[in-house]
């Protein structure tokens, strides 16, 4: 639990105002899924959770456990649709955000997966398993399976690896891995399916959409070379991390572009008693 507390605050506890120079207006922080390469980010975003929210298949009064709530972007399209949100981080300053937002019928824990209690309607974790690292993998879709009811549905935003690259990726630690994502791991369609069926889990409507992480890319690290040029990063950090943060956005825009990953949803069914 220590090292993944640490983990994630190597990364996400970088402080709400650097995040907030160079994401959209809701601080959402994975890929979205655009119209057009025209449409506006937020749009693009909004489609993305929307289309997270309706995999739940959840009415009006449901609950929805969030595993990893990023800054409550998520939360908010689901309250606002009438869901209960129990929204999971490890990230101290994206608990504080998500607090502040004071969305109705929106709870924000700082807990482990593994720790959290209870049965929920519907389960939504946009590229969280990325984090929880190789071994842990079992544990995380045995965590979803255990706070699923029988017949509810986990919607699952995930980065996937090319399985023909995936043994050569886990033999070494990459760029991400050493600077930006410690403890951090890609995942394969196959090796994700295998574990989530072992869990007791159907595996339903996966939906590939890799450009558009790319696109999503393109414009963070835009608004990230507008936020540098009109001095509205934190002070603190140096051209050295800065210069890093670009190479990192470039980096994987480029995986994206060239195939060897992409990003998915993918419905996660537990079965009826």
């Not at 991400?176 to 403890?183: D, E, K, N, R, W």
Request: one cysteine or more.
């Amino acid at each position: 639990r220590k090292g993944a507390r640490q983990n994630v605050a190597y990364h996400y506890d970088l402080g709400n105002d650097f995040y907030a120079a160079w994401l959209d207006e809701t601080l959402t922080y994975s890929s979205a899924i655009f119209a057009d390469p025209a449409e506006p980010l937020e749009a693009a975003q909004h489609r993305k959770l929307t289309a997270i929210l309706d995999r739940t298949a959840t009415r009006p009064g449901d609950r929805i456990l969030e595993i990893g709530c990023g800054w409550g972007s998520f939360a908010r399209t689901a309250s606002e649709a009438g869901r209960q949100v129990h929204g999971l981080t490890l990230s101290t300053e994206q608990a504080a955000h998500v607090r502040a937002l004071g969305l109705a019928d929106v709870e924000v824990s700082l807990t482990d997966y593994r720790d959290a209690t209870g049965t929920y309607d519907a389960i939504a974790s946009i590229e969280m398993v990325e984090a929880v690292g190789e071994a842990f993998w079992p544990d995380y879709l045995a965590a979803v399976a255990r706070l699923l009811k029988p017949g509810g549905r986990a919607a699952i935003q995930y980065i996937a690896i090319d399985d023909a690259i995936f043994a050569a990726y886990a033999r070494n630690v990459d760029f991400i891995q050493s600077y930006v994502f410690p403890g951090g791991m890609l995942i394969s369609e196959s090796r994700f399916r295998a574990i989530a069926e072992r869990a007791g889990l159907e595996w339903r409507d996966a939906h590939a959409f890799g450009l558009d992480y790319a696109e999503t890319l393109h414009r963070w690290r835009t608004a990230f070379d507008r936020a540098e040029a009109e001095g509205r990063l934190p002070a603190d950090l140096d051209a050295a991390f800065r210069n890093l943060w670009r190479y990192y956005l470039m980096y994987c825009e480029g995986g994206f572009r060239g195939g060897g990953i992409t990003v998915a949803q993918v419905t996660l069914v537990k079965p009826a008693a």
